[in-house]
C-alpha cells in the first residue's frame, strides 16, 4: 500500500514551512503568489487533497458545529435538525451531526470525534440522564474537553445545568392536556410514559401528577405505564392497557412513537379514538394531517427549538462571557375532538 502523502511531504518538496503549506490550503493573504502557486502545483501532480480535521487543525477555530442528537430517524429531531441547518447556512457553518441512539457509549464516542474535527461549538441532546457521580464527572469532563460553547437542547438535566439551553415546558403541556380530558369529563385518565430514571419522563409524569391532584380525583397508579418512547414497547403497553379491567376512558401519550403505539394497539381491536376512548398525545404526527385523522396533540416546534439552539450558539461564540442564558418554550394544545 502506497504512504499517504500529506501536507509535511509538501512542505519538503515545495521547500517551504508546513506553516507556509497550511496558509495555502486556508487561502491565506500572506502567502507570496509564487509561492502559493509552488504549493498548489504539487498538491495537484500528487493528486494531494487535505481532509476537513487537516483543515481544522491548521487553523485556531474551524467554523464546524457538532450536532449530537439521541434519535435522528424521530420526526421530532428531524424537524429540529431542519431548523438547525436553516439558521446554519446563514452563519455559513458546516455542521457535523451525530446519532446516539439513546447510549451513553455512542454519546462519548461522538464527542471525542468533534473533538478531534475541534469544532466551533456544539448542540447537544444528552443520550441519557448522566445520574452518577461517576458519570457527571466524565460526560463533564468530555464537554470541557471540547473547548468550546454549548448548548443543551430539548433534556434539561441537573448535571448540565452550567451550560445554555433551549428546552419546551412540559410539564405545562402534560398539566393541561390532562385539564382538557378533566373538563371533558374523564375521570379515569391513563398515561403512556417511560421509565422514571428519564428526566422528561419526571417531568411529563409531574404534569399529569399535578392535574390529577388540583382536580381533587384519586390517582390510580395502575393506570400509569411506562415504557421506554418506542412504538414496540408502546404498542405492548397498550395491549395491556386496552384490556384491564375497568380501564381509562382516557389516554395522554408521552411522545410520537409512544402514539403510534397506542393507536396500532386501538385499531387492531377495531376500536376508534373518541368514540371508545379518548386521546391527547405529546408531538404532531404529520401523516395524520394527511389522512384527516383527528388526532388531539401537544405541539412542540421542534423547527423553532433548532433555529433557537444555533442562534444561542452562535450569540455565545461571539460574546464569550456573556451570562448563562436557558430558554423555555411553551407547547401548545391542539386539540380537534375529545
Do not use: W
Not at 470541557?144 to 441537573?158: C, E, F, G, S
Not at 382516557?250 to 412513537?257: D, E, F, G, H, K
Amino acid at each position: 500500500m502506497p504512504k499517504e502523502f500529506t501536507i509535511n511531504d509538501i512542505a519538503k518538496e515545495a521547500g517551504v514551512s508546513k506553516a507556509t503549506v497550511s496558509r495555502v490550503l486556508n487561502e491565506s493573504a500572506s502567502v507570496r503568489t509564487e509561492t502559493k502557486e509552488r504549493v498548489l502545483e504539487i498538491m495537484e501532480k500528487r493528486h494531494f487533497s487535505p481532509s476537513a480535521t487537516a483543515r481544522n487543525l491548521s487553523r485556531q477555530s474551524s467554523n464546524t458545529i457538532g450536532v449530537i442528537v439521541p434519535e435522528v430517524d424521530n420526526p421530532f429531531f428531524g424537524e429540529m435538525l431542519r431548523g438547525i441547518t436553516e439558521i446554519a447556512d446563514k452563519y455559513n457553518y458546516t455542521l457535523i451531526c451525530c446519532n446516539s441512539d439513546d447510549s451513553a457509549d455512542k454519546d462519548k464516542k461522538a464527542l471525542l470525534m468533534l473533538k478531534e474535527h475541534r469544532v466551533r461549538g456544539l448542540l447537544y441532546t444528552p443520550a441519557v440522564d448522566y445520574t452518577t457521580r461517576e458519570q457527571q464527572r466524565e460526560i463533564n469532563k468530555l464537554l470541557k474537553d471540547l473547548n468550546a460553547p454549548i448548548v443543551i437542547m430539548d433534556r434539561q438535566t441537573d448535571s448540565l445545568e452550567e451550560y445554555d439551553g433551549v428546552f419546551f415546558d412540559d410539564e405545562k403541556g402534560l398539566y393541561e392536556a390532562t385539564m382538557a380530558l378533566i373538563k371533558a369529563g374523564h375521570t379515569k385518565i391513563g398515561l403512556l410514559n417511560a421509565t422514571m430514571d428519564r428526566v422528561l419522563a419526571r417531568v411529563r409524569y409531574k404534569g399529569y401528577e399535578r392535574a390529577i391532584h388540583d382536580a381533587g380525583i384519586p390517582l390510580e397508579k395502575r393506570y400509569i405505564f411506562e415504557g421506554d418512547y418506542r412504538m414496540t414497547k408502546a404498542y405492548k403497553l397498550s395491549k395491556r392497557l386496552l384490556t384491564m379491567e375497568d380501564r381509562p376512558t382516557a389516554v395522554l401519550t408521552c411522545n410520537n412513537r409512544t402514539s403510534l403505539g397506542f393507536l396500532k394497539a386501538l385499531y387492531e381491536r377495531n376500536e376508534r379514538l373518541s368514540r371508545d376512548i379518548a386521546c391527547i398525545g405529546l408531538d404532531r404526527i404529520e401523516a395524520f394531517d394527511v389522512i384527516h385523522n383527528k388526532f388531539n396533540y401537544i405541539e412542540r416546534d421542534a423547527n423553532q427549538m433548532g433555529r433557537q439552539a444555533i442562534r444561542l450558539l452562535n450569540d455565545r461564540i461571539a460574546y464569550p462571557e456573556r451570562p448563562l442564558k436557558q430558554i423555555i418554550l411553551t407547547p401548545v394544545l391542539r386539540i380537534q375532538e375529545l
